[in-house]
T-cell receptor, first 113, second 111 residues
Framework: NAGVMQNPRHLVRRRGQEARLRCSPMKGHSHVYWYRQLPEEGLKFMVYLQKENIIDESGMPKERFSAEFPKEGPSILRIQQVVRGDSAAYFC???????????FGPGTRLTVL | RKEVEQDPGPFNVPEGATVAFNCTYSNSASQSFFWYRQDCRKEPKLLMSVYSSGNEDGRFTAQLNRASQYISLLIRDSKLSDSATYLCVVNLPNQGGKLIFGQGTELSVKP
């Protein structure tokens, strides 16, 4: 049973470009969470999705950031017009149901030049 | 006040030592509690869930005191491989299952 998969593992973008981060949850898991870890800081919740629905996006910056979890395919975290402050590790986690333990993917390390 | 607060680190201990981590949380309605470990800023890995009755897994013991809003993790007979950052994590009710992470406490076990 493969774990949570994320790609790419490393992503380099110049200021103003777009970044797309992908996450495939564990088999049988329909709940996906995205977290961000800025350098020298703890993990912070961004968004919680189920298939085709955003359940909680209270941790998402109001502009430039969006997320989706379509019926088919991985969950996507999209950052438009990236800035240097977006440089961070972005982790995706999945769980079989709300409130259960969450299992994390290896993360995508975004560097904005 | 932070939602989840942990002991500041780092903890530097010799192999075989017993080490205890403390954590407090601010929301008395918090429902689920976990300890995760994170190695070199890789993905967090679940170490154990924490139950009101306390629970043990080998060398690791977790305790929860709801009245004091306090969680602890005890590691006995520490190994070099225990070196990592330990994250205290809380799940709030009615908030969709999102996890609130403490800043983490770094542990370094020396030979």
């Amino acid at each position: 049973n493969a774990g949570v998969m994320q790609n790419p593992r490393h992503l380099v973008r110049r200021r103003g470009q777009e970044a797309r981060l992908r996450c495939s949850p564990m088999k049988g898991h329909s709940h996906v969470y995205w977290y961000r870890q800025l350098p020298e800081e703890g993990l912070k919740f961004m968004v919680y999705l189920q298939k085709e629905n955003i359940i909680d996006e209270s941790g998402m910056p109001k502009e430039r950031f969006s997320a989706e979890f379509p019926k088919e395919g991985p969950s996507i975290l999209r950052i438009q017009q990236v800035v240097r402050g977006d440089s961070a590790a972005y982790f995706c986690a999945s769980s079989p149901s709300q409130g259960n333990e969450q299992f994390f993917g290896p993360g995508t390390r975004l560097t904005v030049l | 006040r932070k939602e989840v607060e942990q002991d500041p680190g780092p903890f530097n201990v010799p192999e075989g030592a017993t080490v205890a981590f403390n954590c407090t949380y601010s929301n008395s309605a918090s429902q689920s509690f976990f300890w995760y470990r994170q190695d070199c800023r890789k993905e967090p890995k679940l170490l154990m869930s924490v139950y009101s009755s306390g629970n043990e897994d080998g060398r690791f013991t977790a305790q929860l005191n709801r009245a004091s809003q306090y969680i602890s993790l005890l590691i006995r007979d520490s190994k070099l491989s225990d070196s990592a950052t330990y994250l205290c994590v809380v799940n709030l009710p009615n908030q969709g299952g999102k996890l609130i992470f403490g800043q983490g406490t770094e542990l370094s076990v020396k030979p």
